[in-house]
C-alpha cells in the first residue's frame, strides 16, 4: 500500500485530496492529510469583515466537512519533514511514512518580522485583516473611528492576495463616503512597489482609481520598522508616513517547520519548478498553493488551476511516465472597489492583465479591467462556489479568459 | 534592441535592462551606473556579484530581502548604495532583468 501525505488542510491540501481520491485506487493509496485544527477559513472573506459585510460564520466551517470518504484527516502540528527519510514528525511525536508528499501549509502574515509593528499599539491603531483575528479587530477599530488618516500598508512582496490592499482603500472610502465622514478621513497607501500594482497596465488602471477617489499613493517604501510612539512608518531611507489608523499587511511567511526542514527559502517558501510544482529538491515532494514560490500571485485562482495540473500529472508520476501537463501560471481575480463594483484581472506567467471581455454565460460577460456591478456579483458568488465547488474539487465553471487574438482553451 | 555601452555592441529591452546577462562586464556596470548616477565603488561591485551569482544560480534576480538575508548585506546600507530603488538600481547595474514583483 503506497501512502500519499498532504501536509495542510487550507484550499490548496483539500483540494488535492478531492481531486486525486477518485483517480488513485482505494486498495493501492492511502491518503492522508494533517492539520493542526479543525477550522477552515475562507480567506477570501476576511476582506468583508472590518466593514460588517460578513460575520465569522461566513468564513469559519470544519474543515473535515469538505474531505472526502478514504482520506485520513489527523489534527496535530507538524514537527519537521524528513526528506531523505521520507518522514513527517508532528507535534504529538507520531512519526508518518509517506511515498508521496504534498506541502500545503499556506503562508501566514509575520507582524514580528517589522520591528515595532508588535507593539502597544498593536490590534488598536496598528492593524492587520489577513486573519480573521485581525479583521474582526479592524471592525472594531473602524467602528469607532472618527477621522484622520488612515494609512493601508504594505511591507514586502510577495503576499497572498496582492490586491486586497487596494481593496481594502476602495471599501474604506466606500464605506466613509457612506458614513458621511469622507472629507474627515485621508486615506494614504504605502507600497514599496513602485505604483499601485506590479505590472504596468494594471498598475497604472489602479492609480488611476485611487485618484479619483482621492487617495495619496506613497510609493517605493520599504519599512524598517513603526515608530510605536510618534505613530509612522519609516522606511530605510528614512521616509516617514505618520497614520491615526494603519492597517499594515505584515510580511508573509511560510511555516516555520519548512525552514527547519532544509526545503524554505528566505521567506519559508518551498522552491519549485514552475510548471509542475515539483520540489527541485526532492522528486517526491510536490508543494502546492501558497506554501510554493511560484513567480505569480498567491490567490485561491492560481492554486485551483495548479491542483489540477498537478492531479492530472501525479497520475503520471506514480506511473513512472514524464510529467506531460504544465502550470501556465493562470490567476483571475475580482478587485472589489466599493459601491457594489469590481474589476476582474486575469492573467499568467506570459500574459500581464489586460481589458477585454471574460464570457460567463448565464451571469458575465465579466469585463477585464474594468469596474462593473457584474464583476462585483462575480465577486460575491465566488465565496458560493469556494464552497460548494472548488474545495470539493470540481471543476470551476469559470473558462480562461481570450487575451490578444488567440482564444485561449477552455477548462473542462 | 541594440545599443552600444561601454564601446561594444549590448542587447537591452525598452527600460534599458540587458537582455543577455553574458553581455555584461565591468566596463558595462560602470557605464550603466553613470546613466543613473552612480560611481562604482569596491562596496558596490559586492552587491553587484552577488546579484550576477544569485541570478546565474536561480534564473531570477534576487530581491531586497534576498540580496540582504543569503548575500549578508544590509537593506539600511543598499539604500545608501543604490538609493531610493536599491532592488530595480541593482538588477540594472548588474545586467540581470528587472526582478519580478510577483503579481
Not at chain 2, 561601454?6 to 560602470?30: C, I, K, M, S, Y
Request: proline share 7%; with cysteine; charged share 25%.
Amino acid at each position: 500500500m503506497k501512502h500519499l501525505l498532504v501536509l495542510g488542510a487550507g484550499s490548496a491540501g483539500t483540494m488535492t485530496v478531492n481531486a486525486l481520491r477518485p483517480r488513485l485506487a482505494q486498495d493501492e493509496w492511502r491518503i492522508t492529510l494533517v492539520d493542526r485544527d479543525d477550522e477552515h477559513h475562507y480567506q477570501p472573506g476576511y476582506l468583508f469583515i472590518p466593514f460588517g459585510h460578513y460575520r465569522r460564520d461566513d468564513v469559519v466551517k470544519p474543515r473535515g466537512r469538505f474531505v472526502p470518504e478514504g482520506v485520513e484527516l489527523v489534527l496535530d502540528e507538524i514537527d519537521r519533514i524528513d526528506p531523505q527519510a521520507c518522514t513527517v514528525s508532528l507535534g504529538s511525536g507520531a512519526v508518518l511514512a509517506y511515498d508521496e508528499l504534498v506541502i500545503a501549509t499556506g503562508t501566514a502574515p509575520r507582524p514580528d518580522q517589522t520591528p515595532g509593528m508588535l507593539g502597544p499599539e498593536w490590534r488598536r491603531s496598528v492593524h492587520e485583516f489577513y486573519t480573521l483575528e485581525g479583521a474582526l479587530a479592524l471592525a472594531e477599530a473602524l467602528r469607532t473611528f472618527e477621522g484622520g488618516r488612515f494609512v493601508a500598508h504594505l511591507c514586502e512582496m510577495p503576499i497572498k492576495c496582492p490586491v486586497a490592499p487596494l481593496e481594502l482603500l476602495f471599501l474604506a472610502d466606500a464605506h466613509f463616503r457612506e458614513r458621511g465622514m469622507r472629507d474627515a478621513v485621508e486615506l494614504v497607501y504605502v507600497t514599496p512597489l513602485d505604483g499601485a500594482f506590479t505590472t504596468p497596465l494594471a498598475a497604472e488602471r489602479l492609480a488611476g482609481m485611487l485618484e479619483q477617489r482621492g487617495i495619496a499613493l506613497e510609493s517605493d517604501f520599504v519599512v524598517e520598522h513603526v515608530d510605536d510612539d510618534a505613530k509612522a512608518l519609516v522606511s530605510y531611507d528614512e521616509r516617514r508616513v505618520a497614520f491615526d489608523l494603519l492597517v499594515s499587511v505584515p510580511v508573509n511567511m511560510g511555516a516555520d517547520f519548512v525552514a527547519r526542514s532544509g526545503l524554505g527559502d528566505e521567506l519559508q517558501h518551498v522552491s519549485v519548478d514552475p510548471h509542475t510544482m515539483r520540489s527541485h529538491q526532492h522528486a517526491n515532494v510536490f508543494a502546492l498553493g501558497d506554501a510554493n514560490d511560484l513567480p505569480i500571485s498567491k490567490a485561491g485562482s492560481a492554486t485551483h488551476y495548479s491542483v489540477e495540473v498537478f492531479a492530472d500529472n501525479f497520475l503520471d508520476h506514480v506511473q513512472g511516465r514524464p510529467m506531460r501537463s504544465a502550470f501556465d501560471g493562470h490567476v483571475n481575480c475580482f478587485v472589489e472597489t466599493g459601491g457594489g463594483k469590481a474589476v476582474l484581472l486575469d492573467f499568467d506567467y506570459q500574459t500581464p492583465p489586460q481589458p477585454g471581455r471574460y464570457p460567463l454565460p448565464g451571469i458575465g460577460p465579466f469585463t477585464l479591467l474594468e469596474e462593473t456591478a457584474t464583476n462585483h456579483a462575480g465577486k460575491l458568488m465566488f465565496k458560493w462556489l469556494y464552497w460548494h465547488v472548488l474545495l470539493k474539487g470540481r471543476a470551476l465553471p469559470l473558462p480562461k479568459a481570450r487575451r490578444g487574438n488567440a482564444p485561449r482553451e477552455v477548462i473542462p | 534592441m541594440l545599443v552600444t555601452i561601454a564601446g561594444r555592441p549590448v542587447h537591452v529591452n525598452e527600460e534599458g535592462f540587458l537582455t543577455d546577462a553574458g553581455e555584461w562586464d565591468e566596463a558595462v556596470a560602470a557605464a550603466l551606473a553613470a546613466d543613473i548616477g552612480l560611481t562604482l565603488s569596491d562596496e558596490h561591485l559586492a552587491v553587484i556579484r552577488f546579484v550576477r551569482r544569485d541570478f546565474a544560480e536561480r534564473g531570477t534576480s534576487p530581491t531586497l530581502r534576498r540580496v540582504s538575508s543569503v548575500g549578508g548585506f544590509e537593506i539600511k546600507r543598499l539604500f545608501v548604495l543604490f538609493p531610493k530603488k536599491p532592488a530595480k538600481k541593482m538588477s540594472y547595474v548588474a545586467g540581470v532583468p528587472k526582478p519580478i514583483g510577483c503579481v
